[in-house]
């Protein structure tokens, strides 16, 4: 069990990639299912992880895939998903380096070979966790004590 992990989603109209992550933002499970089973495979996963947060892309598709999250009794917490499909691929490719000519490539022509959904969700995240850890904005920091 790891507790205070969080789950971070890639909403999508028809399909929407997931990924538990720890509180160091490594990834523990990772996947890709259709939005109307996305609460049903994420139920376990709370459960068995002591999940706390669930970190959504805050995208076109949010609202109807939070509206189907708020079954599991987490908070969600929008976060900003620019270019997290880019930075997706790059992820996708360091765990999965090219092979043979494929390695001379440059990796922006390289296509994954599959959906990249999960990899977002892992970025997601990992954002929501940079964000939680970053110190108030000199505007909001509290005064210092008299």
Do not use: N
């Not at 908070?75 to 043979?100: M, N, Q, S």
């Amino acid at each position: 069990m790891t507790a205070g992990a969080i789950i971070g989603v890639d909403p999508g109209r028809i399909k929407a990639g997931y990924a538990i992550l720890d509180t160091t933002g490594a990834a523990l499970e990772q996947g890709i299912c259709p939005v109307e089973r996305l609460p049903d495979r994420l139920r376990p996963l709370v459960i068995a992880h002591a999940a706390t947060t669930i970190a959504l892309g805050g995208g076109t598709s949010a609202k109807p895939v939070a509206v189907r999250l708020e079954s599991l009794g987490l908070p969600i917490c929008l976060v900003d998903e620019y270019e997290t499909t880019r930075f997706a691929r790059e992820l996708y490719f360091a765990d999965h380096p090219p092979r043979g000519w494929r390695r001379m490539l440059p990796r922006g022509l390289l296509s994954p070979g599959r959906p990249v959904d999960d990899y977002a969700a892992i970025l997601i995240g990992r954002r929501h966790l940079e964000a939680r850890a970053a110190p108030p904005a000199r505007g909001d920091a509290q005064p210092p004590p008299t």
